[in-house]
């Protein structure tokens, strides 16, 4: 188990060393960075006293090394717009987004893996086929149209949660089931395919066949090993939730990280989304080394190959 850690972690630093270098040359790619900060009214005398403060008057491998330094001693750059320390900006706000996040992975697992199992248990049944029609519904369906849909019906009509805001819970809930809405059919396809597959198995048979109780070989033997591609996806979704929220944190008026984004865009603070791609890369590999090893603990095999 030690060595795979170990091939993991490497493998880890890798990737967020090259997500680093890709994400700092595509932003400097994208434009002049001296001339947005500066502003549609500066002269080139101020465009090049922006270069010289910030640095992008020297070559591009120079201004990595420093910025990754900086950044490896926590320090994020300094806010255009804000004017404040990027990192203090994105811990004000990156609650919000993990807790948002977390409620709508939940939400999608708690919805997808019943439905999964049920209709795994009755191919081709009724059921079966609805789980199926629901799966291409969530896939067809923009978030954001789900999520005005959910504010007229819950919000304005019912008037059953709150539109706006993070005062408690009830705040997210809409957010949630909007944002973790679209992950579902993913989810469910795949635990249907797993459970499909494993309920075929030998050892299935076998452990029926020694008179074990149904729970217990559908959830003990089968689901276990069903669920093992399940917590990859599920990782790589999470990830997926904390990036797109920009626009469900837009619509729902949720202070985190993906309005800062939105804003810092719109402002062409550039220091602030360069630190939220790093900080969301970052969450994204630390992701996939955790299902990695989670997977392993579930299936010695793994660990073996």
């Known amino acids: 188990m030690l060595g795979f850690l170990v091939k993991r972690l490497a493998l880890a630093l890798l990737v967020a060393v090259t997500v680093s270098v890709v994400g700092?040359?595509?932003?400097?790619?994208?434009?002049?960075?001296?001339?947005?900060?500066?502003?549609?009214?500066?002269?080139?005398?101020?465009?090049?006293?922006?270069?010289?403060?910030?640095?992008?008057?020297?070559?591009?491998?120079?201004?990595?090394?420093?910025?990754?330094?900086?950044?490896?001693?926590?320090?994020?750059?300094?806010?255009?717009?804000?004017?404040?320390?990027?990192?203090?900006?994105?811990?004000?706000?990156?609650p919000v987004t993990l807790l948002l996040g977390a409620l709508s992975l939940v939400f999608a697992l708690a919805l997808s893996i019943p439905l999964g199992v049920v209709a795994a248990?009755?191919?081709?049944?009724?059921?079966?086929?609805?789980?199926?029609?629901?799966?291409?519904?969530?896939?067809?369906?923009?978030?954001?149209?789900?999520?005005?849909?959910?504010?007229?019906?819950?919000?304005?009509?019912?008037?059953?949660?709150?539109?706006?805001?993070?005062?408690?819970l009830l705040n997210y809930v809409m957010p949630a089931i909007a944002l973790g809405y679209y992950a579902t059919p993913a989810i469910m396809r795949l635990t249907r395919a797993g459970m499909v597959e494993v309920l075929g198995s030998d050892y299935i048979r076998t452990a029926r066949a020694k008179g074990l109780r149904t729970g217990k070989v559908l959830f003990k033997h089968a689901l276990r090993n069903a669920v093992i591609?399940?917590?990859?996806?599920?990782?790589?979704?999470?990830?997926?939730?904390?990036?797109?929220?920009?626009?469900?944190?837009s619509i729902f008026a949720l202070p985190g990280v993906g309005q800062l984004a939105w804003i810092s865009l719109q402002r062409s603070d550039f220091t602030v989304v360069q630190g939220i791609v790093l900080m969301l890369s970052v969450i994204y590999i630390l992701l996939a080394l955790l299902a990695d090893l989670f997977n392993a603990w579930l299936d010695p095999r793994i660990r073996v190959a």
């Open 24 to 94: 700092f040359v595509l932003l400097r790619a994208s434009g002049d960075i001296a001339v947005a900060i500066a502003g549609e009214g500066a002269t080139e005398t101020d465009i090049q006293a922006v270069r010289q403060q910030y640095g992008f008057d020297r070559p591009l491998p120079v201004q990595y090394v420093e910025w990754l330094g900086k950044t490896l001693s926590g320090d994020l750059g300094r806010s255009v717009y804000f004017n404040v320390p990027v990192a203090q900006l994105i811990a004000e706000r990156l």
């Open 121 to 168: 248990l009755r191919p081709n049944s009724l059921l079966d086929h609805a789980a199926l029609w629901l799966a291409v519904f969530g896939q067809a369906m923009p978030s954001f149209w789900f999520a005005l849909l959910l504010i007229l019906v819950l919000g304005v009509w019912g008037r059953l949660l709150p539109i706006s805001g993070t005062g408690s």
């Open 229 to 249: 591609p399940v917590v990859s996806l599920a990782a790589v979704q999470f990830g997926f939730m904390l990036s797109g929220s920009i626009v469900i944190e």
